[in-house]
């Protein structure tokens, strides 16, 4: 089978596939029925690729979007596809500040081990106020706000 997974990439929009069970629109009775944060999961990863040396490590992190582990039951609308994007880019930005960091010296395995997870607690609370605010990008103000944290960190994304 087929697996979905993204990994970020400045050019590339992030799109549901809508033929995925996961990813089927629940009729609006069923949704307005249902606390919102079921409804939708959205599941991002840092990989981290380390190579050690008896002097050090040296580390390539990426930021990968797993469809096949989210799920989204909402229907599309203007906003969506933003909602959905900006999640996975505040996973980049938190990527390249670890990234910075590990390129700044020579780190052993133990200390990559525990900046890593140090960026993925930082990650887990930059989202869930993220999620917190936007409301799945039903709030418009906030919603822009994010964007504007985004394209400071990662510049103009081009859609």
Same mark, same amino acid.
């Given at each position: 089978?087929?697996?979905?997974? *993204?990994?970020?990439?400045? *050019?590339?929009?992030?799109? $549901?596939?809508?033929?995925?069970?996961?990813?089927?629109?629940?009729?609006?009775?069923?949704?307005?029925?249902?606390?919102?944060?079921?409804?939708?999961?959205?599941?991002?990863?840092? $990989?981290?690729?380390?190579?050690?040396?008896v002097e050090?490590?040296?580390?390539?992190?990426?930021?990968?979007?797993?469809?096949?582990?989210?799920?989204?039951?909402?229907?599309?609308?203007?906003?969506?596809?933003?909602?959905?994007?900006?999640?996975?880019?505040?996973?980049?930005?938190?990527?390249?500040?670890?990234?910075?960091?590990?390129?700044?010296?020579?780190?052993?395995a133990a200390?990559?081990?525990?900046?890593?997870?140090?960026?993925?607690?930082?990650?887990?609370?930059?989202?869930?106020?993220?999620?917190?605010?936007?409301?799945?990008?039903?709030?418009?103000?906030?919603?822009?706000?994010?964007?504007?944290?985004?394209?400071?960190?990662?510049?103009?994304?081009?859609?």
């Amino acid at each position: 089978g087929e697996n979905y997974y *993204t990994f970020w990439d400045s *050019t590339r929009q992030i799109t $549901l596939n809508r033929s995925l069970p996961q990813n089927k629109v629940y009729p609006p009775k069923k949704i307005n029925g249902t606390i919102r944060t079921i409804l939708y999961r959205l599941e991002v990863e840092l $990989l981290l690729d380390i190579i050690c040396t008896v002097e050090s490590c040296r580390c390539r992190a990426y930021t990968v979007f797993y469809e096949w582990r989210s799920r989204f039951h909402l229907p599309t609308e203007k906003h969506t596809s933003t909602f959905i994007n900006l999640y996975v880019d505040l996973y980049e930005t938190e990527r390249r500040k670890m990234q910075r960091t590990l390129d700044s010296r020579k780190w052993s395995a133990a200390q990559v081990d525990s900046v890593y997870k140090a960026t993925l607690r930082s990650a887990r609370a930059v989202t869930n106020r993220y999620l917190g605010e936007v409301k799945a990008g039903e709030n418009k103000r906030a919603l822009e706000k994010w964007e504007e944290v985004v394209r400071k960190e990662l510049g103009k994304r081009e859609n």
